[in-house]
């Protein structure tokens, strides 16, 4: 069967659609940045145009870079680190849930109206359900990871302590400055949907300056780079 092509009915050119998705997803810009930027590279997009793309071609590109990684990801199952964040939808807190694993890729990304087990239960279900069950899940203190993992008899697997799970706190931050930037979300769908493309584009652009040489990390840079223009073709 023939892979239908998702820029079939595009008039733009899809390296610069490409372009202007991979710019607003991955960096702490607006939609009117983006279209200013292709402005300054002579390329004459609506912002209105670039919104569209990345709802329409968004969740496409974040499958394909996911169904990439997958068979990379089986030292995931090794060690966990999950934790949850709030987030104001029009002015109520909401919590979103995060998976990491031990070197940083974010495996699943989860909102939920409430923090209690219920919600933490039914977010680790969704995370081992997609990636497997891992020796070790790492979490802060809050009482709804020790009742929900209880449930499902990953008790003995928890970890918790006062620095252990900096891992994914830490990777809160691009998440954090990419919110601000588009002034906060207004439903719970949009923030579902934002927080998984965001979670596939930084784990294929992420890498650790700290532990690459610059000849190293220029080739990975590259290599991602390449991969991202590559997606989605026929």
């Known amino acids: 069967m023939t892979k239908r092509d998702p820029f079939k009915y595009f008039k733009t050119s899809r390296e610069i659609i490409r372009l202007a998705v991979m710019l607003y997803v991955r960096f702490p810009l607006s939609l009117r940045n983006v279209e200013d930027l292709l402005h300054e590279r002579g390329i004459d997009v609506s912002h209105e145009a670039v919104r569209f793309w990345w709802h329409r071609l968004g969740p496409l590109f974040a499958a394909e870079i996911k169904k990439r990684r997958v068979a990379g990801l089986k030292s995931s199952r090794w060690r ?25 890729e974010v495996l699943e990304s989860f909102v939920t109206k409430k923090r209690d087990k219920k919600a933490a239960l039914k977010f680790l279900k969704k995370a081992m359900r997609k990636h497997g069950r891992p020796d070790v899940i790492v979490t802060d203190r809050l009482r709804s990871y020790g009742a929900a993992m209880k449930e499902i008899g990953n008790a003995d697997r928890q970890e918790t302590g006062r620095w252990l799970n900096n891992r994914a706190e830490n990777s809160h931050l691009p998440f954090r400055r990419r919110e601000r930037a588009m002034l906060r979300f207004r439903r719970v769908r949009s923030l579902q949907k934002f927080a998984a493309i965001h979670a596939s584009v930084y784990n294929l652009f992420n890498s650790e300056r700290s532990l690459y040489s610059r000849s190293n990390f220029k080739r990975h840079r590259a290599a991602a780079l390449a991969e991202w223009r590559n997606l989605c073709t026929a």
């Open 80 to 104: 966990w680190h999950l934790d949850e964040m709030f987030v104001k939808i029009n002015g109520e807190r909401h919590y979103l849930w995060r998976a990491v694993d031990h070197e940083g």
